[in-house]
Nanobody, 118 residues
Framework: QVQLVESGGGLVQPGGSLRLSCAASGLTFTDYAMAWFRQAPGKEREFVTA????????DYVDSVKGRFTISRDNFKNTLQLRMTSLKPEDTAVYYCNAQHATQFREYWGQGTQVTVSS
């Protein structure tokens, strides 16, 4: 059974930082590209950032470039998202996503709430 479990969300003031983690189990982690999505209240889920299976390449939505950093540890089967200079518009539920490199398999975590407010 595949499980993606996010942690690290919380309440932070504007300009602050948070680090999200996603622990993956039940899959061959290196077979999957990993990503973070987010969904703000009343809005559709949107792509935030993704990283290749070996961490060699990453992509970011323009609104987080220079502020967020995605990384992965293929020995510990974990995905991280370092978020800095947080803004109120970053407030959302953040979801971990795994996409198989060659097969149509995709998994989601349950999400972790990030709230940026003073």
């Amino acid at each position: 059974q595949v499980q993606l479990v996010e942690s690290g969300g919380g309440l932070v003031q504007p300009g602050g930082s948070l680090r999200l983690s996603c622990a993956a189990s039940g899959l061959t982690f290196t077979d999957y590209a990993m990503a973070w999505f987010r969904q703000a209240p009343g809005k559709e889920r949107e792509f935030v950032t993704a990283i290749s299976w070996n961490g060699g390449s990453a992509d970011y939505v323009d609104s987080v470039k220079g502020r967020f950093t995605i990384s992965r540890d293929n020995f510990k089967n974990t995905l991280q998202l370092r978020m800095t200079s947080l803004k109120p518009e970053d407030t959302a539920v953040y979801y971990c996503n795994a996409q198989h490199a060659t097969q149509f398999r995709e998994y989601w975590g349950q999400g972790t709430q990030v709230t940026v407010s003073s």
